[in-house]
């Protein structure tokens, strides 16, 4: 293991024994020659292997002073070892208070972020579930809407079958076609915003997604710091990691990892808003809807009454005229049989003239005189034929008459069915199947 650098805050203590490099020694080795030496052959295996006093004390000294220096050193390295100890602990002290302290400080931050995460979901998880109940709402209406429409429908279809001359167009079609334009229209844009609800909806749920997996990574992050913030030399859970404290490549910066939350908090605050719009926008548009609808019915039930008063108001007088004409056909019928029983009372006065005259025509002789007699008798047939004629002229006027009435009765009876059908469209099946019509509160998609 390669050896530790250690950090010395003070200068080491000065030591009792100067450490100083020992000046070098030459020794000269005695050699066993000379005069008094003894060079037989005898004592040569004992004479050479041996040392010399001066030797042994030299070895004596070279231990005593290798034993002082080795305890001079080993004394520093105990002092050193001792104060490096010291130094050790309490550095390990202060970094391991000051990494506590750090991980604190951490918890504290990912508590905040954490709770404004939890904070943001419950209020998203909220107002998605209140667009769930206004695209609801929407469905509703919407469906509400084709009972409406089937009614207008119906109404303008079974106008289509009156007859001649009443085959108009009058403002009851008129507001029947704007009612069902507008209920067009209403049904599009009703489609449209459920639309925009979806994508909200999937936006709300794509958010929440989101800030629920940051949610939970910090939650777990907060509980392996809230567990490294109770480990302490004491704890057995500890074991070494030898590389745990290299750095990863993709691990975030303080900067980055709170940047992060923040923009998952603001995109989520920001399609919150935009929901909460949303659904007053809906409120908007479901009240407008349904009170235009509301009012454009009661428009065309306002339109159907006038229309029904004109058409009763038409059927009255025709019947009074109905009335007066059949009177007056009587009448006429009665003049007509006057007229030709009268006819038939000149007959006998103008048969008995003209026999007269006939009779008198055969007078003999000079009795045949145009007396007063000839003369009155004369002008009576005359005046019987003009008043015969005058009468026959007069049963032909009658005769036409009585024609004419029995055309306009005929007319005024064909009216009469014409209108009474009308009436029976309007009052009787389009009036009858108006009343049918949706609430506001069902077009509003409350119900």
Avoid at 184 to 212: D, G
Wanted: glycine share 2%.
């Amino acid at each position: 293991m390669a050896p530790m650098d250690v950090l010395l805050t003070r200068q080491p203590a000065p030591q009792t024994v100067p450490a100083t490099q020992l000046p070098p020694k030459l020794y000269e080795v005695a050699r066993n020659t000379g005069a008094y030496t003894s060079s037989g052959l005898a004592t040569a295996g004992f004479r050479t292997a041996k040392y010399l006093v001066d030797e042994w004390f030299q070895n004596c000294y070279a231990r005593y002073h290798q034993a002082f220096a080795d305890r001079d050193y080993s004394e520093r390295v105990r002092h050193e070892s001792q104060q490096l100890a010291a130094e050790t602990e309490t550095l390990a002290r202060r970094t391991q208070g000051d990494s506590t302290r750090k991980v604190g400080a951490r918890l504290q931050d990912m508590h905040g972020w954490k709770s404004e995460l939890q904070r943001l979901l419950e209020e998203l998880v909220t107002e998605t579930n209140l667009l769930l109940a206004q695209k609801r709402r929407l469905e509703r209406a919407l469906d509400a809407t084709a009972v409406p429409f089937s009614i207008v429908t119906d109404n303008l279809q079974s106008r289509e079958r009156r007859q001649h001359p009443d085959l108009v167009r009058d403002c009851v079609e008129i507001e029947l076609l704007k009612e069902a334009e507008l209920i067009r229209n209403i049904q599009e844009l009703l489609r449209r915003t459920i639309m925009q609800a979806v994508n909200q909806i999937r936006l709300n749920r794509h958010h929440k997604e989101s800030c629920e997996m940051d949610w939970s990574d910090k939650v777990e992050a907060y509980n392996i710091d809230e567990a490294c913030a109770h480990y302490n030399n004491q704890s057995t859970e500890v074991q070494f990691y030898p590389h745990s404290a290299s750095l990863q490549e993709s691990a975030s910066t303080p900067e980055t990892w709170a940047k992060f939350t923040q923009d998952n908090l603001l995109r989520a605050e920001r399609e919150r808003l935009a929901s909460v719009n949303l659904r007053a926008l809906v409120d908007c548009i479901l009240q407008d809807t349904s009170e235009d609808l509301r009012l454009q019915c009661d428009t065309v039930n306002l339109a159907f009454e006038r229309r029904c008063e004109e058409l009763e108001d038409a059927l009255h007088k025709l019947e009074h005229h109905l009335r007066k004409t059949l009177r007056e056909i009587t009448d006429q019928e009665h003049n007509v049989a006057a007229l030709k029983q009268a006819i038939k009372d000149k007959e006998a006065p103008l048969k008995v003239a003209q026999t007269r005259l006939y009779q008198r025509s055969h007078r003999p002789n000079v009795e045949l005189c145009r007396d007063a007699a000839q003369f009155r008798l004369v002008s009576e047939v005359q005046e019987l034929n003009l008043s015969l004629a005058a009468l026959r002229e007069k049963l032909l006027e009658a005769e036409q008459s009585l024609r004419n009435l029995e055309d306009s009765r005929m007319s005024l009876e064909k009216e009469i069915a014409v209108k009474t059908n009308s009436l029976l469209i309007d009052r009787q099946k389009c009036m009858a199947r108006r009343a049918r019509y949706p609430t506001i509160l069902q077009l509003a998609g409350y119900q």
